[in-house]
């Protein structure tokens, strides 16, 4: 089993930077692909971002160029950096663990941390 634990989420000004973060316990990620989504409200979870066991990184299309996406094997976490803000990034931020490959979507994932929330202020 593997618990997953974000931190980091807050209010932000628009164009500003936040940074969230996922520690993980019970097993090392090293071989787990791990995943952010995003849920704004009254809307479905979206992908966000992945990263792979082998470092190779994902982004939606609407994070592209803003997001950065990264693993620390060391230290179990697994971080994601957050730049240039809108209003349209609030949401509540999850973290999501799978073996193998990294996929977008979410019912691949079978670890699920309890989000953290984003908010960007126009």
């Known amino acids: 089993q593997v618990q997953l634990v974000e931190s980091g989420g807050g209010l932000v000004q628009t164009g500003g930077s936040l940074s969230v973060s996922c520690a993980a316990s019970g097993r090392p990620l090293s071989g787990y692909a791990v995943a952010w989504f995003r849920q704004p409200p009254g809307k479905e979870r979206d992908f966000v971002a992945a990263?792979?066991?082998?470092?190779?990184?994902s982004y939606a299309d609407s994070v592209k160029g803003r997001f950065t996406i990264s693993r620390d094997n060391a230290k179990n976490t697994v971080s994601l950096q957050m730049t240039s803000l809108k209003p349209e990034d609030t949401a509540v931020y999850y973290c999501a663990a799978r073996p193998g490959r990294a996929t977008v979507t979410a019912s691949d994932y079978g670890y699920w941390g309890r989000g953290t929330q984003v908010t960007v202020s126009s």
């Open positions: 990263i792979n066991w082998i470092f190779a990184t």
